[in-house]
């Protein structure tokens, strides 16, 4: 018996190929894209959010606070490290006071005064960390620590900063809700402006005071950045590899 060998149908292979050649460069092209994008403003963690809050120049303490204001929401632990670094509970890791007086929650209340961007960026911020949950008592553990958050605030003067007119004209109605939160009042956080990605990075979902951010190890002897120990590392060797990433949220010490 003879078996006939048609040739195979070239238009529909030849099709395939190309429809599949397209697909596979827009996935690059989109990759490319997003990385390019992600090397303008490097992801960051929550230690090195809240470092470059008290130390970084305001366009950075303004990207750190959109970055932690987008994570904070119901996040207890995440809270209670924003209120230990204005505490000063870790001063190895460059928390508490600058030389100049002001703690994290001070520096923040501070900056409502400078211009558009990065005033709105602070009270956004302000704002998650005094969230009250309506649904849940004071019991709830989150509205426990907003509380306490709320605390701080009037012992740094908020009250009085805000009846004072602090805060610019951009950001009044936001301003408005976070001084009638501190006398009381619980009133749902309005929604945060949306950001590109070039002007918000995105949130490392590891603590780098205890783990690499290159490979998770975590062990007693990490090798740290030498100027804000914010980061530790198994070895030089990935210190070095996340160098262009982490530089660009160290700075020196107010």
Not at 102 to 111: T, V
Not at 193 to 220: A, F, G, H, I, W
Request: with cysteine; hydrophobic share 35%; aromatic share 8%.
């Amino acid at each position: 018996m003879t078996i006939s060998k048609e040739p195979l149908p070239v238009a529909p292979i030849v099709c395939s190929l190309i429809a599949l050649s397209g697909t596979m460069l827009a996935f690059y092209w989109q990759r490319k894209r997003r990385s390019f994008v992600r090397d303008e403003l490097p992801d960051i963690s929550i230690p090195e959010a809240l470092y470059a809050m008290l130390h970084g120049p305001k366009e950075h303490r303004a990207q750190a606070a959109r970055a932690l204001s987008e994570v904070l929401s119901g996040e207890v632990q995440a809270l209670e490290e924003v209120l230990d670094e204005a505490a000063g509970v870790h001063p190895q890791y460059g928390g508490g006071k600058r030389g100049d007086g002001h703690c994290l929650l001070s520096l923040a209340l501070e900056s409502l005064n400078q211009e558009d961007d990065i005033a709105e960026a602070m009270i956004d911020f302000l704002l998650q960390i005094t969230a009250y949950d309506i649904e849940w008592d004071d019991q709830d553990e989150w509205n426990q620590t907003a509380l306490r958050a709320i605390g701080v605030l009037w012992d740094l003067g908020a009250v009085k900063f805000l009846e004072r007119g602090g805060g610019n004209a951009h950001i009044k109605g936001k301003t408005t809700i976070l001084l009638r939160r501190l006398k009381g009042e619980r009133l749902p956080t309005p929604e945060p402006r949306e950001y590109d990605l070039d002007e918000k990075p995105c949130m490392l979902s590891m603590n780098t005071r205890v783990y690499c951010p290159q490979c998770l190890t975590m062990q007693l002897d990490m090798v740290r950045c030498p100027q804000c120990k914010n980061v530790g590392y198994c070895c030089k060797e990935h210190m070095l590899e996340d160098r262009e990433r982490h530089s660009f949220w160290c700075f020196p010490r107010s």
